[in-house]
């Protein structure tokens, strides 16, 4: 399991196996090994882990128009707890924060 931050610092996710988890666990996503991306619940490009821990948005990817199909539903993970503030970071060229939906 690994925690995922935005660039704030903000806790938005946690990886769990391949599966994508919100903190509150339910399944919003998935990692494409192939591509080493990861994918919302329809197949779309979601973002991709910048500096070992945060979920990052490549503004240039190739993969935003490409549907990588649904993975289905890998259920509820659980709470991992709060890690706390991840620490904001600069910002990287070309890299926005996802639109972390599933927090509101």
Wanted: charged letters at 15%.
């Amino acid at each position: 399991m690994t925690y995922l931050f935005d660039s704030h610092g903000r806790h938005i996710a946690n990886l769990v196996g391949n599966g994508l988890h919100a903190p509150t666990g339910e399944n919003i996503g998935h990692f494409v090994d192939s591509a080493s991306v990861f994918v919302d619940m329809s197949g779309r490009y979601l973002g991709e882990i910048i500096n070992k821990d945060r979920l990052m948005y490549n503004r240039m990817s190739g993969y935003q128009s490409t549907n990588f199909g649904s993975y289905g539903n890998a259920g509820n993970a659980g709470n991992y707890g709060n890690p706390g503030n991840g620490g904001s970071v600069a910002g990287w060229a070309g890299y926005e924060d996802v639109d972390a939906y599933w927090l509101n």
